[in-house]
Protein backbone atom coordinates (compact mmCIF):
# COMPACT_ATOMS: atom_id res chain seq x y z
CA UNK A 1 0.00 0.00 0.00
CA UNK A 2 1.47 3.27 -0.82
CA UNK A 3 1.92 5.47 2.05
CA UNK A 4 3.39 8.94 1.70
CA UNK A 5 2.06 10.47 5.11
CA UNK A 6 2.14 14.23 6.54
CA UNK A 7 2.37 12.33 10.31
CA UNK A 8 4.62 9.43 10.13
CA UNK A 9 4.13 9.12 13.39
CA UNK A 10 1.07 7.17 12.62
CA UNK A 11 3.19 4.21 10.77
CA UNK A 12 5.80 1.85 11.96
CA UNK A 13 9.23 3.19 11.88
CA UNK A 14 11.04 -0.27 11.95
CA UNK A 15 10.14 -3.40 10.39
CA UNK A 16 8.11 -5.90 12.14
CA UNK A 17 10.35 -9.35 11.41
CA UNK A 18 13.81 -7.26 12.05
CA UNK A 19 13.87 -4.02 14.09
CA UNK A 20 17.06 -3.38 12.93
CA UNK A 21 15.84 -2.39 9.92
CA UNK A 22 13.89 1.23 9.12
CA UNK A 23 10.95 1.42 7.09
CA UNK A 24 10.92 4.10 4.57
CA UNK A 25 7.59 5.49 2.94
CA UNK A 26 8.11 8.48 0.02
CA UNK A 27 8.30 8.10 -2.96
CA UNK A 28 11.54 9.19 -3.95
CA UNK A 29 14.76 8.34 -1.66
CA UNK A 30 17.81 10.90 -2.24
CA UNK A 31 16.73 11.85 -5.14
CA UNK A 32 15.49 8.95 -6.95
CA UNK A 33 11.91 7.63 -7.74
CA UNK A 34 10.84 4.06 -5.80
CA UNK A 35 7.84 2.67 -7.00
CA UNK A 36 5.33 4.27 -4.16
CA UNK A 37 2.06 1.88 -4.37
CA UNK A 38 4.56 -0.95 -3.41
CA UNK A 39 6.02 0.76 -0.24
CA UNK A 40 6.98 0.72 2.67
CA UNK A 41 10.73 0.22 1.63
CA UNK A 42 13.46 -0.94 3.63
CA UNK A 43 15.87 2.46 3.78
CA UNK A 44 18.82 -0.05 4.82
CA UNK A 45 18.41 -2.03 1.04
CA UNK A 46 17.47 1.49 -1.02
CA UNK A 47 20.78 2.94 0.58
CA UNK A 48 22.49 -0.35 -0.59
CA UNK A 49 21.08 -0.58 -4.08
CA UNK A 50 22.04 2.97 -4.64
CA UNK A 51 25.66 1.90 -3.87
CA UNK A 52 25.64 -0.77 -5.93
CA UNK A 53 25.26 1.09 -8.93
CA UNK A 54 26.70 3.83 -8.05
CA UNK A 55 29.79 1.60 -7.90
CA UNK A 56 29.08 0.11 -10.72
CA UNK A 57 28.99 3.26 -12.38
CA UNK A 58 32.12 4.68 -10.76
CA UNK A 59 34.30 1.66 -12.67
CA UNK A 60 32.55 1.59 -16.02
CA UNK A 61 31.15 4.43 -18.21
CA UNK A 62 28.43 2.49 -20.05
CA UNK A 63 26.68 -0.07 -17.54
CA UNK A 64 24.23 -3.14 -18.77
CA UNK A 65 21.65 -3.28 -15.96
CA UNK A 66 18.72 -5.99 -15.97
CA UNK A 67 16.02 -7.72 -14.13
CA UNK A 68 15.46 -11.64 -14.13
CA UNK A 69 14.06 -14.04 -11.25
CA UNK A 70 14.92 -17.12 -10.22
CA UNK A 71 12.42 -20.00 -9.47
CA UNK A 72 12.52 -23.35 -7.42
CA UNK A 73 11.55 -26.80 -9.49
CA UNK A 74 8.24 -28.34 -8.23
CA UNK A 75 8.00 -31.93 -7.94
CA UNK A 76 11.69 -32.40 -7.95
CA UNK A 77 13.79 -33.69 -5.05
CA UNK A 78 16.53 -30.93 -3.76
CA UNK A 79 19.65 -30.69 -2.03
CA UNK A 80 19.09 -28.94 1.70
CA UNK A 81 20.72 -25.82 0.71
CA UNK A 82 17.98 -24.97 -2.34
CA UNK A 83 16.18 -23.53 0.81
CA UNK A 84 18.95 -21.83 2.19
CA UNK A 85 20.68 -18.39 0.17
CA UNK A 86 23.56 -20.45 -0.32
CA UNK A 87 21.91 -21.43 -3.22
CA UNK A 88 21.97 -18.08 -4.67
CA UNK A 89 25.51 -17.56 -3.46
CA UNK A 90 26.85 -20.54 -5.88
CA UNK A 91 23.93 -18.90 -8.82
CA UNK A 92 26.27 -15.47 -8.38
CA UNK A 93 29.70 -17.63 -7.80
CA UNK A 94 28.64 -20.01 -11.63
CA UNK A 95 27.64 -16.92 -13.51
CA UNK A 96 30.68 -14.77 -12.28
CA UNK A 97 32.87 -17.91 -13.10
CA UNK A 98 31.19 -18.06 -16.17
CA UNK A 99 31.64 -14.26 -17.16
CA UNK A 100 35.45 -14.56 -16.51
CA UNK A 101 35.07 -17.38 -18.94
CA UNK A 102 34.06 -15.21 -21.94
CA UNK A 103 36.66 -12.92 -20.75
CA UNK A 104 39.24 -15.19 -20.70
CA UNK A 105 38.22 -16.73 -24.57
CA UNK A 106 37.66 -12.85 -25.60
CA UNK A 107 41.15 -12.24 -24.70
CA UNK A 108 42.58 -14.98 -26.97
CA UNK A 109 41.60 -13.10 -30.25
CA UNK A 110 41.85 -9.80 -28.58
CA UNK A 111 44.49 -8.91 -25.61
CA UNK A 112 42.54 -5.15 -25.02
CA UNK A 113 38.86 -7.31 -24.37
CA UNK A 114 37.23 -4.84 -21.77
CA UNK A 115 36.99 -6.99 -18.27
CA UNK A 116 33.75 -7.44 -16.75
CA UNK A 117 33.13 -7.03 -12.34
CA UNK A 118 29.53 -8.76 -12.01
CA UNK A 119 27.52 -6.54 -9.12
CA UNK A 120 24.35 -8.03 -7.95
CA UNK A 121 21.54 -6.87 -6.15
CA UNK A 122 19.25 -9.68 -5.03
CA UNK A 123 15.80 -10.15 -2.55
CA UNK A 124 14.25 -13.55 -1.42
CA UNK A 125 11.04 -13.96 -1.20
CA UNK A 126 8.32 -16.49 -0.10
CA UNK A 127 5.20 -17.02 -2.25
CA UNK A 128 1.31 -17.82 -1.10
CA UNK A 129 2.69 -21.94 -1.55
CA UNK A 130 5.73 -21.21 0.79
CA UNK A 131 8.56 -21.70 -1.60
CA UNK A 132 11.08 -19.10 -1.99
CA UNK A 133 12.08 -17.58 -5.02
CA UNK A 134 14.41 -14.52 -5.79
CA UNK A 135 14.75 -11.37 -8.40
CA UNK A 136 18.17 -10.10 -9.08
CA UNK A 137 19.03 -6.90 -10.57
CA UNK A 138 22.87 -7.63 -12.29
CA UNK A 139 25.13 -5.20 -13.41
CA UNK A 140 27.79 -5.53 -15.92
CA UNK A 141 30.19 -3.43 -18.27
CA UNK A 142 28.33 -2.57 -21.22
CA UNK A 143 31.18 -2.63 -23.05
CA UNK A 144 31.75 -5.86 -22.63
CA UNK A 145 28.35 -7.18 -22.62
CA UNK A 146 26.07 -5.08 -24.00
CA UNK A 147 22.46 -7.38 -23.65
CA UNK A 148 21.24 -10.15 -22.09
CA UNK A 149 20.61 -12.20 -25.15
CA UNK A 150 17.78 -13.63 -26.86
CA UNK A 151 16.01 -16.59 -24.81
CA UNK A 152 16.99 -19.93 -26.50
CA UNK A 153 19.19 -18.63 -28.53
CA UNK A 154 21.83 -21.24 -30.46
CA UNK A 155 24.81 -18.53 -29.35
CA UNK A 156 25.68 -18.06 -25.69
CA UNK A 157 24.28 -15.63 -24.34
CA UNK A 158 24.03 -14.35 -20.58
CA UNK A 159 20.80 -16.08 -20.95
CA UNK A 160 22.22 -19.59 -20.73
CA UNK A 161 24.94 -18.39 -18.82
CA UNK A 162 22.47 -18.10 -15.86
CA UNK A 163 20.60 -21.34 -17.00
CA UNK A 164 23.94 -22.91 -16.80
CA UNK A 165 24.52 -21.07 -13.30
CA UNK A 166 21.35 -22.28 -11.87
CA UNK A 167 21.67 -26.02 -12.77
CA UNK A 168 24.58 -25.68 -11.13
CA UNK A 169 23.61 -24.23 -7.84
CA UNK A 170 20.55 -26.81 -7.68
CA UNK A 171 22.60 -29.67 -8.56
CA UNK A 172 20.48 -30.24 -11.82
CA UNK A 173 20.28 -30.87 -15.35
CA UNK A 174 20.09 -28.01 -17.64
CA UNK A 175 16.60 -29.79 -18.87
CA UNK A 176 15.23 -29.65 -15.80
CA UNK A 177 15.83 -25.56 -15.23
CA UNK A 178 13.77 -24.58 -18.11
CA UNK A 179 11.58 -22.10 -17.59
CA UNK A 180 13.17 -21.53 -13.79
CA UNK A 181 15.42 -18.48 -14.71
CA UNK A 182 12.39 -16.30 -15.93
CA UNK A 183 13.09 -13.02 -17.83
CA UNK A 184 10.44 -10.18 -17.04
CA UNK A 185 9.18 -7.92 -19.77
CA UNK A 186 11.48 -4.97 -20.79
CA UNK A 187 14.19 -5.99 -18.38
CA UNK A 188 17.31 -4.09 -19.69
CA UNK A 189 18.39 -0.78 -18.60
CA UNK A 190 21.47 1.35 -20.42
CA UNK A 191 23.03 3.57 -18.19
CA UNK A 192 25.65 5.99 -18.60
CA UNK A 193 28.18 8.01 -16.40
CA UNK A 194 27.64 10.88 -18.58
CA UNK A 195 24.34 11.43 -20.37
CA UNK A 196 24.88 13.32 -23.65
CA UNK A 197 22.38 16.24 -23.86
CA UNK A 198 20.17 14.74 -26.56
CA UNK A 199 20.29 10.54 -24.71
CA UNK A 200 17.79 9.70 -22.16
CA UNK A 201 18.69 9.23 -19.23
CA UNK A 202 17.89 5.57 -17.74
CA UNK A 203 19.12 5.65 -13.93
CA UNK A 204 15.34 7.04 -12.87
CA UNK A 205 13.84 4.67 -14.55
CA UNK A 206 16.35 1.61 -13.00
CA UNK A 207 16.35 2.03 -9.97
CA UNK A 208 12.23 3.26 -10.12
CA UNK A 209 12.34 -1.12 -11.54
CA UNK A 210 15.06 -2.15 -9.16
CA UNK A 211 13.18 -0.40 -6.01
CA UNK A 212 10.83 -3.32 -5.79
CA UNK A 213 13.65 -5.62 -4.39
CA UNK A 214 13.07 -3.26 -1.71
CA UNK A 215 10.02 -3.42 -0.21
CA UNK A 216 9.37 -4.71 3.19
CA UNK A 217 6.35 -6.76 2.06
CA UNK A 218 6.69 -10.59 1.41
CA UNK A 219 10.29 -10.77 3.02
CA UNK A 220 10.95 -13.63 5.48
CA UNK A 221 13.51 -13.69 8.12
CA UNK A 222 12.62 -16.72 9.67
CA UNK A 223 15.90 -19.54 10.56
CA UNK A 224 18.47 -16.75 10.29
CA UNK A 225 17.96 -15.48 6.42
CA UNK A 226 18.75 -12.51 4.88
CA UNK A 227 15.98 -11.45 2.63
CA UNK A 228 18.70 -8.99 0.94
CA UNK A 229 22.28 -8.73 -0.05
CA UNK A 230 24.59 -6.96 -3.02
CA UNK A 231 27.59 -7.27 -4.70
CA UNK A 232 30.69 -5.92 -2.17
CA UNK A 233 32.62 -3.44 -3.52
Known sequence: MNRNPS???HYPLRHSGNP???LHYNDTFEGRPVMGDKGPFVMEYLSRLKRTIDQALAQYSRVLAFRVDL???QDIDLPDHAYTN???SRFIASFNAKIEHNLDKARECNHYARDCKV???WAREVGGGGMPHYHLLILLNRDAHYTVGRLRSERTN???RMEEAWASALGLSLDQVRG???IPENPEYRIDRHVRPDDEDELPALFYRASYLCKAATKSYGAHLRGFDTSRG
Do not use: A, E, G
Request: no cysteine.
Open 86 to 88: QVV
Open 158 to 160: NIS
Open 7 to 9: NPR
Open 71 to 73: RLP
Open 119 to 121: RYV
Open 180 to 182: LVH
Open 20 to 22: NLH
